[in-house]
């Protein structure tokens, strides 16, 4: 059964939810996305209260706690929120309702229920919720669950905070990205292929006939297209390709700047600006790789009713680069700041934009098509996901992970990604290995190593059996070092707050990324290593 919990303590934080620097990171859209978003936990260990706390201090809808447990003295040891006094209660209950105090906006639930249970008798409870996070699960419920989810197409965020390790790993089909965010993305000016209402004002443009104070004022971008035409006429109608091309060109504009009567240079910074920009803006417009293996992947040209959004539109943007782009993406219709009188700047700024308007709306009439040719409704994909995809055109990302049940089978398993990171004995990848040991511990001994301090020297044995038959039957010809072997027996599967909050952390940001579908997710196992302080992803 599913209990509600209302808190009406007042917010820990008060109004950090509505925090500036949040919407700046990702929106008002993304932060719409993240208020309907329903959370699904898994054990609400120490690992699974930091992973949502970091949810519903930014405002997630709501969630969910799964959890038969009782609370035991080590929980409350490695919980910030757990006390003494929670000892014996339901482990779900009183993580739901601490986790509410945070923020009331937040609906908190949960169900005093094992995932194993749930997935004998209801396997569908599952199929509500936007993304499951499990936390601490055997590999046998595990990997149940996550072929349900699979098979529901919904995402599933695996957790384990295991001594002085952390591991995750996402599990989804399919994950679209229409805004990436990718770290230094260079300004959309076109520069090298003028579209046409840009020519025309580039062209009202009179650098050698204006008053002084037009001259400084002038936005720098049209400096730089201006003086391209002169190096066309002088360079075979090629742009600058090299440093030594490029620094010519710079030269040229450098001379362009207004000299003084006593012939002295003028201190013109909007010129200054221009030749500081010259490697970025005078760049070949072309669409990266990455969005041709997107126009061109079997999703993008075979559509039909259950096709989602993202590739109808990304079909119709194959049609508007065959044909009204002329091999290029939509303008972006952005420009960046720039020393420039406001007049000239907004003008110019409103080139861009209404190219952009434009583009957005043949490509726009191309969906229409495309949603009529398969029998959806126009209203299928609104304005806002059609002006958001044109305008990241260039920054559409797709992820596809393997299962977990692929990963887990010894025909299918992806060996080769191990092997090549094993020349290194300390990777990262050993810990995966110990993991996957430790698993294969408990399956044949009904509990972890080292859980019983009285047993460790023994579990030791034990474990590097359970290894050495993991290695051996997955056909993987790689060493393990014995001190890992110890080192794993003597963590005694503990939780410690440290990497639990660590992992917390690291795990709420993939799972904002993967409601809001911005930012790009790792693909698709993700490893820390407290002990170094090092982390790596590596694809299984």
Same mark, same amino acid.
């Given at each position: 059964m599913c209990f509600p919990v209302n808190s009406t303590l007042p917010s820990l934080r008060e109004h950090w939810e509505r925090a500036p620097s949040r919407i700046r990171l990702w929106g008002d859209h993304g932060q719409e996305a993240l208020e309907l978003a329903h959370v699904c936990l898994i054990c609400g260990t120490a690992t699974g209260q930091e992973i949502l706390k970091n949810l519903v201090l930014p405002g997630v809808g709501s969630f969910t706690v799964v959890d038969g447990s009782q609370v035991t003295g080590e929980d409350v040891g490695n919980s910030f929120f757990l006390q003494r006094s929670n000892i014996g209660q339901n482990r779900a209950q009183c993580t739901t309702e601490l986790l509410q105090e945070l923020n009331s906006d937040v609906s908190g639930n949960f169900v005093e229920e094992n995932p194993d249970k749930l997935l004998d008798n209801d396997p569908s409870f599952f199929c509500r919720f936007t993304v499951v996070i499990a936390t601490q699960l055997p590999e046998n419920t595990l990997l149940r669950l996550s072929d349900v989810l699979w098979n529901y197409n919904i995402p599933l965020l695996v957790c384990r905070t295991y001594g002085l390790v952390g591991y995750m790993r996402i599990v989804i089909k399919e994950h679209q990205v229409i805004e990436s965010h990718p770290d230094n993305a260079l300004d959309d000016?076109?520069?090298? =292929? #003028?579209?046409?209402?840009?020519?025309?004002? /580039?062209? +009202?443009?009179?650098?050698?006939?204006?008053? $002084?104070?037009?001259? +400084?004022?002038?936005?720098?971008?049209? /400096?730089?297209? $201006?003086?391209?035409? $002169?190096?066309?006429?002088? =360079?075979?109608?090629? /742009?600058?390709? &090299?440093? %030594? !091309? %490029? !620094?010519?060109?710079?030269?040229?504009?450098?001379?362009?700047? #207004? $000299? =003084?009567? &006593?012939?002295?240079? !003028?201190?013109?910074? &909007?010129? !200054?600006?221009?030749? %500081? &920009?010259? =490697?970025?803006?005078?760049?070949?417009?072309?669409?990266?790789?990455? @969005?041709?293996? @997107?126009?061109?992947?079997?999703?993008?040209?075979?559509? +039909?009713?259950?096709?989602? +959004?993202f590739w109808i539109l990304a079909r119709a943007l194959k049609e508007f680069v065959a044909k009204e782009g002329q091999g290029n993406l939509p303008v972006r219709g952005t420009i960046p700041d720039m020393i420039a009188d406001s007049g000239k700047f907004i003008k110019l700024q409103n080139v861009y934009r209404e190219k952009a308007k434009k583009d957005a709306e043949a490509v726009g009439n191309y969906a229409a098509k495309m949603l009529q040719s398969i029998g959806k409704a126009p209203e299928s994909i609104s304005q806002r996901e059609l002006k958001l995809l044109c305008s990241n055109s260039a920054f559409l990302r797709v992820v596809r992970c393997r299962s977990l049940s692929e990963e887990y089978s010894v025909h299918t398993s992806n060996k080769d990604e191990i092997i090549s990171h094993m020349d290194n004995p300390d990777s990262e990848m050993v810990l995966y290995l110990m993991l996957r040991a430790v698993d294969r511990f408990f399956k044949h001994h009904g509990r972890y190593p080292g859980v019983y301090n009285y047993q460790v020297e023994d579990d030791i044995g034990k474990l590097k059996s359970c290894l050495n038959s993991f290695l051996q039957e997955y056909g993987l010809p790689v060493t393990v070092k014995d001190d890992y072997i110890h080192e794993f027996c003597r963590y005694g599967a503990a939780e410690p707050h440290t990497i639990a909050a660590f992992l917390g952390g690291a795990a709420a940001q993939e799972i904002v990324k993967i409601i809001t579908k911005q930012f790009v997710i790792f693909n698709n196992t993700y490893i820390y290593n407290g002990m170094s302080q090092t982390s790596a992803t590596f694809k299984l």
């Amino acid at each position: 059964m599913c209990f509600p919990v209302n808190s009406t303590l007042p917010s820990l934080r008060e109004h950090w939810e509505r925090a500036p620097s949040r919407i700046r990171l990702w929106g008002d859209h993304g932060q719409e996305a993240l208020e309907l978003a329903h959370v699904c936990l898994i054990c609400g260990t120490a690992t699974g209260q930091e992973i949502l706390k970091n949810l519903v201090l930014p405002g997630v809808g709501s969630f969910t706690v799964v959890d038969g447990s009782q609370v035991t003295g080590e929980d409350v040891g490695n919980s910030f929120f757990l006390q003494r006094s929670n000892i014996g209660q339901n482990r779900a209950q009183c993580t739901t309702e601490l986790l509410q105090e945070l923020n009331s906006d937040v609906s908190g639930n949960f169900v005093e229920e094992n995932p194993d249970k749930l997935l004998d008798n209801d396997p569908s409870f599952f199929c509500r919720f936007t993304v499951v996070i499990a936390t601490q699960l055997p590999e046998n419920t595990l990997l149940r669950l996550s072929d349900v989810l699979w098979n529901y197409n919904i995402p599933l965020l695996v957790c384990r905070t295991y001594g002085l390790v952390g591991y995750m790993r996402i599990v989804i089909k399919e994950h679209q990205v229409i805004e990436s965010h990718p770290d230094n993305a260079l300004d959309d000016l076109r520069l090298d =292929n #003028l579209f046409p209402e840009l020519q025309e004002h /580039i062209h +009202s443009y009179d650098l050698d006939h204006m008053e $002084k104070k037009d001259h +400084s004022h002038t936005p720098w971008i049209v /400096i730089v297209a $201006k003086y391209l035409e $002169k190096w066309y006429n002088e =360079n075979g109608g090629q /742009i600058p390709r &090299n440093y %030594k !091309e %490029k !620094e010519a060109f710079r030269e040229m504009i450098r001379q362009g700047i #207004l $000299k =003084n009567d &006593n012939g002295v240079q !003028e201190d013109e910074e &909007n010129f !200054e600006e221009a030749i %500081k &920009n010259v =490697n970025t803006a005078v760049v070949p417009t072309k669409i990266p790789v990455c @969005i041709e293996d @997107i126009l061109n992947d079997d999703s993008c040209t075979s559509l +039909s009713q259950q096709t989602p +959004s993202f590739w109808i539109l990304a079909r119709a943007l194959k049609e508007f680069v065959a044909k009204e782009g002329q091999g290029n993406l939509p303008v972006r219709g952005t420009i960046p700041d720039m020393i420039a009188d406001s007049g000239k700047f907004i003008k110019l700024q409103n080139v861009y934009r209404e190219k952009a308007k434009k583009d957005a709306e043949a490509v726009g009439n191309y969906a229409a098509k495309m949603l009529q040719s398969i029998g959806k409704a126009p209203e299928s994909i609104s304005q806002r996901e059609l002006k958001l995809l044109c305008s990241n055109s260039a920054f559409l990302r797709v992820v596809r992970c393997r299962s977990l049940s692929e990963e887990y089978s010894v025909h299918t398993s992806n060996k080769d990604e191990i092997i090549s990171h094993m020349d290194n004995p300390d990777s990262e990848m050993v810990l995966y290995l110990m993991l996957r040991a430790v698993d294969r511990f408990f399956k044949h001994h009904g509990r972890y190593p080292g859980v019983y301090n009285y047993q460790v020297e023994d579990d030791i044995g034990k474990l590097k059996s359970c290894l050495n038959s993991f290695l051996q039957e997955y056909g993987l010809p790689v060493t393990v070092k014995d001190d890992y072997i110890h080192e794993f027996c003597r963590y005694g599967a503990a939780e410690p707050h440290t990497i639990a909050a660590f992992l917390g952390g690291a795990a709420a940001q993939e799972i904002v990324k993967i409601i809001t579908k911005q930012f790009v997710i790792f693909n698709n196992t993700y490893i820390y290593n407290g002990m170094s302080q090092t982390s790596a992803t590596f694809k299984l």
